[in-house]
């Protein structure tokens, strides 16, 4: 089965500095790679999403992800978070289990932006 | 569109009681999910609906979690016989796709704590 390793677990930045959050998956085929997004106080909601072509994706809110295929990595990215980017940041990756397709989620990363 | 819905919002039981979880997703989604969240981890799957079909189902669920989604539109969750390691957010997510592009859209979950 896959995993999904999201090796910060809790990273505290200012306002303005420059954000990348790791992510790693483990299947070894045709992948499909997404980074959801919870705020305090309300539901997960898609921040971006890979599944083919450019490896460079850009999502809401000025966030980037780069799918490195020889490194199994989706790491995201942005040049300069805000107070509001505070929440926590999930990869995930749907990759073949069985006959379907089952989103699988990493831990999570914990993310504080100081005004 | 309402988004997906989930009932109750908290759930606290005594050991040994069951209860019952309800998801109502998003009219047209075929696709419905149930994931487990504790705290300081990210999703974890349990089972996913076709329409009415039970397609998948993790290791995680039990002999005492059983689900269900009748007509292929609202799901159920219940979990016989709670024990203190059930106590978790229940997430329900929906879904419209047929293959890999498998957006899910979640409810605010339900957090149960079992006493």
């Known amino acids: 089965a896959q995993s999904v390793s999201q090796h910060n677990h809790h990273v505290i930045l200012s306002e303005a500095a420059s954000l990348e959050l790791g992510c790693n998956y483990s299947?070894?085929?045709?992948?499909?790679l997404f980074w959801y997004v919870q705020y305090p106080g309300q539901h997960l909601q898609l921040l971006l999403k890979?599944?083919?072509?450019?490896?460079l994706v850009k999502g809401i809110k000025g966030f980037e992800a780069e799918f490195i295929k020889s490194k199994f990595s989706f790491n995201l990215r942005k040049p300069s978070v805000q107070w509001s980017d505070t929440a926590e940041y999930f990869c995930a990756v749907n990759a073949p289990s069985g006959g379907s397709y089952i989103p699988t989620f990493g831990r999570g990363t914990s993310l504080i932006v100081h005004p | 569109d309402t988004g997906v819905s989930q009932n109750p919002r908290h759930k606290i039981t005594k050991r040994g009681q069951n209860v019952t979880f309800r998801c109502d997703p998003i009219s047209e989604h075929n696709r419905l999910y149930w994931y487990r969240q504790t705290l300081g981890q990210g999703p974890e799957f349990l089972t996913y609906?076709?329409?009415?079909?039970?397609?998948?189902k993790s290791r995680l669920l039990s002999d005492r979690f059983s689900a269900e989604r009748p007509k292929g539109s609202f799901s159920t969750l219940e979990i016989q016989r709670t024990e203190q390691g059930d106590s978790a957010m229940y997430l329900c997510?929906?879904?419209?796709?047929?293959?890999?592009?498998?957006?899910?859209?979640f409810g605010s979950g339900t957090q149960l704590s079992v006493l």
């Open positions: 299947y070894g085929g045709t992948v499909n």
């Open positions: 997510a929906s879904s419209s796709s047929t293959g890999v592009d498998e957006k899910l859209f």
């Open positions: 890979y599944f083919s072509g450019d490896p």
């Open positions: 609906f076709q329409n009415e079909a039970q397609l998948e």
